[in-house]
């Protein structure tokens, strides 16, 4: 979508003096940054344009423009504003009612003190605090600057017991609008001291929950460094108990080795007994046919004689005789 002129009149016209209706606005503007010169020149223009009642808005609308480029880190808009706000500024404090003219030099101090610009604001006809002028070039170390910063409090309440003096301890009608005045400065300061502390307070609580992390992940990696160096531990004790097995099965199974006899032990003696079963069975077979022998003869000489001693038998056998009855 590109830049349209007459899209930013309908903007600009339409322009309340609500946050909605600001903030709105400022992003849509903070949109086409490429054009921030364009955009700074018609929003000048429309300023000197319209009437009083219409300025404060306007002022509004650049205000929260710049500070947005300020915190987005964009300087597009910041240096386009920064060449038009003084003269136009200038021009609004002389049309707005005194109301009005408060506002304007509060947005002008807040734009210094906070250093929006790299030059601190010069707006004839609005007066800006020492402090706030000196801008980024102010000397002195932050100690010095805190110190400076302090004593306001003090200044107010100097110039408050001054005013009680000179109205000998009880003011008067005549006192007013002193004492007016001052209450409204104390109330813009006020207002300042609170928004800063704020934004210091919300600084303060960022940089500890960025510390509370950055102790969190140290935390973590030294406890996984801490379970890694235990895993390596474990790891190594597993490997030597291993080793430390291993060493202990070789030097069992040497000393077994060296109790067993050998498969050539085993062997010779296993002939050495087979040679003596040999012998032994060699011996018994020699012997068996003797026997056999002796026995064959032996009953060779058996049957000899008996059929020798049954002849003799028969022979010598005496005859009966026999005897019939008479």
Same mark, same amino acid.
């Given at each position: 979508?590109?830049?349209?002129?007459?899209?930013?009149?309908?903007?600009?016209?339409?322009?309340?003096?609500?946050?909605d209706s600001i903030?709105?606005?400022?992003?849509?503007?903070?949109?086409?940054?490429?054009?921030?010169?364009?955009?700074?020149?018609?929003?000048?223009?429309?300023?000197?344009?319209?009437?009083?009642?219409?300025?404060?808005?306007?002022?509004?609308?650049?205000?929260?423009?710049?500070?947005?480029?300020?915190?987005?880190?964009?300087?597009?808009?910041?240096?386009?504003?920064?060449?038009?706000?003084?003269?136009?500024?200038?021009?609004?404090?002389?049309?707005?009612?005194?109301?009005?003219?408060?506002?304007?030099?509060?947005?002008?101090?807040?734009?210094?003190?906070?250093?929006?610009?790299?030059?601190?604001?010069?707006?004839?006809?609005?007066?800006?605090?020492?402090?706030?002028?000196?801008?980024?070039?102010?000397?002195?170390?932050?100690?010095d600057k805190l110190?400076?910063?302090?004593?306001?409090?003090?200044?107010?309440?100097?110039?408050?017991?001054?005013?009680?003096?000179?109205?000998?301890?009880?003011?008067?009608?005549?006192?007013?609008?002193?004492?007016?005045?001052?209450?409204?400065?104390?109330?813009?300061?006020?207002?300042?001291?609170?928004?800063?502390?704020?934004?210091?307070?919300?600084?303060?609580?960022?940089?500890? @929950?960025?510390?509370?992390?950055?102790?969190?992940?140290?935390? =973590?990696?030294? *406890?996984? $460094? +801490? !379970?890694?160096?235990? #895993?390596?531990?474990?790891?190594? @004790?597993?490997?030597?108990?291993?080793?430390?097995?291993?060493? =202990?099965?070789? *030097?069992? $199974? +040497? !000393?077994?080795?060296? #109790?067993?006899?050998?498969?050539?032990?085993?062997?010779?003696?296993?002939?050495?007994?087979?040679?003596?079963?040999?012998?032994?069975?060699? !011996?018994?077979?020699?012997?068996?046919?003797?026997?056999?022998?002796?026995?064959?003869?032996?009953?060779?000489?058996?049957?000899?004689?008996?059929?020798?001693?049954?002849?003799?038998?028969?022979?010598?056998?005496?005859?009966?005789?026999?005897?019939?009855?008479?």
């Amino acid at each position: 979508m590109s830049y349209s002129e007459e899209k930013l009149l309908q903007k600009l016209d339409s322009l309340a003096e609500t946050q909605d209706s600001i903030v709105s606005t400022s992003q849509w503007v903070l949109f086409y940054y490429r054009n921030a010169d364009q955009i700074a020149s018609r929003w000048e223009k429309c300023l000197m344009e319209s009437p009083p009642s219409k300025i404060l808005a306007l002022v509004y609308l650049a205000n929260d423009v710049v500070q947005q480029s300020r915190a987005r880190k964009k300087t597009e808009f910041i240096d386009a504003f920064s060449t038009v706000l003084p003269n136009a500024l200038s021009y609004a404090y002389g049309k707005v009612p005194e109301s009005t003219q408060k506002r304007l030099q509060k947005i002008v101090r807040v734009l210094n003190e906070r250093r929006v610009f790299p030059q601190p604001l010069k707006v004839k006809g609005i007066d800006v605090p020492e402090a706030a002028a000196k801008g980024d070039g102010e000397s002195g170390s932050e100690g010095d600057k805190l110190k400076a910063l302090t004593t306001v409090g003090s200044k107010f309440q100097r110039l408050y017991h001054e005013l009680l003096l000179s109205a000998n301890g009880s003011f008067t009608q005549t006192h007013l609008s002193e004492l007016e005045q001052i209450q409204g400065s104390l109330k813009e300061n006020i207002a300042i001291m609170q928004e800063i502390e704020a934004n210091v307070s919300k600084d303060i609580e960022k940089i500890h @929950q960025r510390s509370k992390i950055q102790l969190q992940k140290s935390a =973590e990696i030294v *406890k996984k $460094q +801490q !379970e890694l160096q235990e #895993l390596r531990k474990a790891e190594e @004790q597993k490997r030597l108990d291993e080793e430390a097995e291993r060493l =202990e099965r070789l *030097k069992r $199974q +040497q !000393e077994e080795d060296n #109790l067993l006899p050998t498969y050539q032990d085993d062997s010779d003696s296993d002939s050495e007994e087979e040679k003596k079963e040999s012998s032994s069975i060699a !011996e018994s077979d020699n012997e068996t046919p003797v026997h056999s022998s002796k026995s064959s003869s032996t009953a060779g000489n058996s049957n000899e004689s008996s059929t020798i001693d049954g002849d003799n038998t028969d022979q010598e056998r005496p005859k009966k005789k026999l005897r019939f009855a008479d």
